[in-house]
């Protein structure tokens, strides 16, 4: 079946800088791109997402770029802080509404 | 806020057992989900519905039965639970149709099958 491939699967930053997590999808007809993040004992949570009509999305310290040509979507987590330590997970969709989930990205913020 | 809750936050059971899951949503959403969470898979879909009385297969649904009763509630039923399927499980409620396409997760069912 479709795939999404999130990498990395683990990420180690300093506090203060910048965190990137990419993905890529396979369907050209993908048009939703959400990211939802996960705090260890919680339930994923959505963060951001951004719609296949747009290239970037900015938000709160949380940067969205979609590449359609690539078939590539990434998240920029700027000035990153302990609280930003986390799983996060991409996905893709398109018009029949399921979700391609990735396999997550384990966050770490190094103090 | 909308509110997606479960039942039970733990459940342990042996091979063979029957279990089932339970799910209620306040949201007025109309499609539902029940999803998997395993390390290095991320979360991976078992069943979803649309509406009360409707079933769609995931992809992930052998072993597993779903039942929507009402819009506000899903259950996913487990009749002869194996040790493959002990897992964390997760409800969750959107609304597509009315472009309301973020995913509220239920707090989770961390199910152990011995």
């Known amino acids: 079946g479709e795939q999404v491939e999130q990498l990395p699967s683990i990420l180690r930053v300093q506090e203060g800088s910048s965190a990137s997590i990419n993905c890529t999808y396979e369907n050209s007809a993908s048009n939703y791109f959400p990211w939802y993040k996960q705090e260890p004992g919680e339930n994923p949570k959505l963060i951001i997402d951004?719609?296949?009509n747009m290239e970037r999305k900015q938000t709160q310290g949380l940067i969205v770029l979609l590449d359609k040509k690539a078939k590539r979507f990434s998240l920029h987590i700027t000035d990153t802080q302990p609280g930003d330590s986390a799983m996060y997970f991409c996905a893709a969709s398109h018009s029949n509404y399921q979700l391609i989930w990735g396999s997550g990205t384990k966050l770490i913020i190094k103090p | 806020e909308a509110a997606v809750t479960q039942s039970p936050r733990n459940k342990v059971t042996v091979t063979g057992g029957n279990v089932t899951l339970s799910c209620r949503q306040t949201?007025?959403?109309?499609?539902m989900y029940w999803y998997r969470q395993d390390t290095g898979h991320g979360l991976r879909l078992i069943h979803y519905s649309y509406g009360a009385g409707n079933l769609q297969i995931g992809d992930v649904p052998d072993g597993y039965k779903a039942t929507r009763t009402t819009q506000e509630d899903f259950f996913l039923l487990l009749e002869l639970a194996s040790p493959s399927q002990t897992s964390l499980y997760f409800c969750?409620?959107?609304?597509?149709?009315?472009?309301?396409?973020?995913?509220?997760f239920g707090s989770g069912t961390r199910l152990t099958v011995l």
């Open positions: 951004i719609r296949s």
């Open positions: 949201n007025s959403h109309n499609y």
């Open positions: 969750a409620s959107s609304d597509p149709d009315r472009s309301a396409e973020t995913l509220y």
